[in-house]
């Protein structure tokens, strides 16, 4: 059985530019959730896909988006990448939404200069 | 006030010792979870809860329900239980709120 993986490790962008992060999740998983996680911070919670829909949301603004596939692997895109979009961005998969333990990846870590 | 409060903050202890995280929260929950997380970011999971008690080994986690608080327990901990341990809750995926971690230090 494989863990949750994400891709790229580490990526460096430009401000303004977009970005493509990806998380594959563990086997049997239907739920995927993205997290923000700034330096020295805690996460933040971005958003939640639950069978290919977004199923919350937190504080961030829309050019923060999110596709699940059909073999329930995810995408988060940053469009038009801001200095504080620097961070550590975290996937972690789950059974299904609510009452089910969270299994992380281990991160993409994003700069933008 | 902060929908997910921890403390202590930061804890040193000597190998060995017995120790107590709490956590309390003031939102609607479906479940609680307490994370670990290691320097350099990886994340890992110790406990789910919705209710009651669990134990995984030498680490204990509670809730109750209905006074918002849970609390994370350590027994005979050693120098590699030495992380920040999070308090994090969950409305159904609709939210999920991180407490500020609990950075811990365990001495040998």
């Known amino acids: 059985e494989t863990g949750v993986t994400q891709s790229p490790t580490h990526l460096i962008k430009t401000r303004g530019q977009q970005v493509t992060l990806r998380c594959s999740s563990q086997?049997?998983?239907?739920?995927v959730s993205w997290y923000q996680q700034a330096l020295g911070q805690g996460p933040q919670f971005i958003f939640q896909?639950?069978?290919?829909?977004?199923?919350g949301r937190g504080n961030f603004p829309p050019r923060f988006s999110g596709l699940q596939f059909p073999n329930y692997s995810s995408e988060l895109n940053v469009n038009a990448l801001e200095l504080d979009d620097s961070a550590l961005y975290l996937c972690?998969?789950?059974?299904?939404?609510?009452?089910?333990?969270?299994?992380f990846g281990p991160g993409t870590r994003l700069t933008v200069t | 006030k902060n929908e997910v409060e921890q403390s202590p903050q930061n804890l040193t202890a000597q190998e060995g010792e017995f120790i107590t995280i709490n956590c309390s929260y003031s939102?609607?929950?479906?479940?609680l979870h307490w994370l670990q997380q290691h320097p350099g970011g990886g994340i890992v999971s110790l406990f789910m809860?919705?209710?009651g008690k669990k134990k995984h080994g030498r680490l204990i986690a509670t809730i109750n329900i209905q006074e918002k608080h849970s609390s994370l327990h350590i027994t005979a901990s050693h120098p590699r239980d030495s992380a920040v341990y999070i308090c994090?809750?969950?409305?159904?995926?609709?939210?999920?709120?991180f407490g500020p971690g609990t950075r811990l230090s365990v001495l040998p």
């Open positions: 896909y639950y069978r290919e829909e977004e199923n």
């Open positions: 972690a998969s789950s059974l299904a939404a609510g009452l089910y333990e969270q299994y």
């Open positions: 086997s049997g998983h239907n739920t």
């Open positions: 994090a809750v969950d409305n159904y995926g609709q939210n999920f709120v």
């Open positions: 809860l919705s209710s």
């Open positions: 939102v609607g929950i479906s479940a």
